[in-house]
């Protein structure tokens, strides 16, 4: 029997070395994905000093992450008698201390009310699901307070937990009980987010004008930690470093040891008389407010 035998072909090695070229030839570009859009990518913060007066973020920014605070708000009416104790106690000050910044800008802003505000939390920081918790609590709270009076009795002198800015404020005298119980009625849900509750012993008060301190961190870096656009957590100042000697500086950020201790000696015995007077002896206290990163919340008093 007879069999057919395939003839088998091999490539020669001519063939071979002109598959490779030809395979050498053929230059597979990569294709380059289109750029996103700027809408689309999310930009770093970054604290500038120069934007908040020498201040930068003792906290520092996540993303999905709100400061905020609760305060209550004391409208003082322009002209009004404690308007001009104010702003002229405040011209008493800076007079003493021109380091001292203005909280309300008066005398850039003339034709405007003022706006004190007394804290009742220390800054809570929440997430993005929890800024509706926190306003549903301080809404609840309005709708059980009544409004109230409050009075202011004396000037002091204190200064934040980090020992970074001093404050020239107005202690609250009458008024104390009820600004404890709004206060207290966040203390549950404080507990929830794991939140330091405001002192147990609270020293309400409204800021006036803050300063500058000192520290050895300002000392090294010309910048200065602090909680910028929130309500200081505020105590007695340490007085541990002697006074400034130091002749007034042109820097805009310019920083003290500590004010004077004749200042609040000064506006004290000036001023005693005019805010225990009739005109000024009681502010009225009719909204509570939640400050939720830049954005403001208020709720009347209801109860």
């Known amino acids: 029997m007879k069999r057919n035998l395939a003839l088998v072909s091999y490539s020669s090695s001519d063939e071979e070395s002109d598959s490779k070229q030809a395979s050498k ?12 859009s700027s809408s689309l990518i999310v930009q770093t913060p970054k604290d500038d ?8 973020r003792s906290t520092p920014h996540v993303d999905g992450q709100w400061a905020s605070h609760v305060y209550v708000s004391i409208k003082v009416q322009k002209r009004s008698a404690m308007y001009n104790l104010v702003s002229d106690a405040l011209k008493t000050a800076k007079g003493i201390e021109p380091a001292l910044h203005d909280l309300n ?4 802003k003339p034709d405007n009310d003022l706006d004190l505000h007394v804290s009742l939390s220390r800054p809570i920081f929440l997430r993005s699901h929890q800024r509706n918790d ?15 009076k409050v009075s202011f009795t004396t000037f002091s002198v204190l200064t934040n937990d980090e020992q970074t800015r001093t404050f020239l404020t107005l202690d609250i005298g009458s008024g104390h009980p009820e600004l404890k119980l709004l206060s207290n009625g966040l203390l549950p849900f404080l507990a929830t987010l794991r939140q330091k509750e405001y002192y147990a012993e609270p020293r309400f008060h409204a800021s006036l004008a803050w300063a ?6 300002a000392k090294n870096t010309n910048m200065e930690t602090d909680n910028i656009s929130q309500e200081e957590n505020l105590q007695p100042p340490v007085h541990n470093s002697p006074p400034s000697t130091q002749p007034p500086s042109t820097d805009a950020f310019r920083r003290i040891h500590r004010l004077p201790a004749s200042l609040v000696a000064t506006l004290n015995e000036q001023y005693a008389s005019r805010l225990s007077s009739r005109s000024c002896s009681a502010s009225d206290v009719h909204d509570i ?3 939720i990163g830049k954005d403001v919340f208020s709720w009347k008093l209801q109860g």
Do not use: D, M, N, W
């Open 25 to 36: 030839s053929v230059v597979h570009k990569k294709k380059k994905l289109p750029s996103l």
């Open 212 to 217: 500058l301190l000192i520290t050895p961190c």
């Open 134 to 148: 926190l306003k549903r609590e301080v809404r609840i709270l309005a709708e059980k307070t009544s409004s109230f």
């Open 49 to 56: 000093p120069a934007l908040h007066q020498g201040r930068i």
């Open 289 to 291: 407010c939640v400050k």
């Open 105 to 108: 800008e008066i005398e850039q």
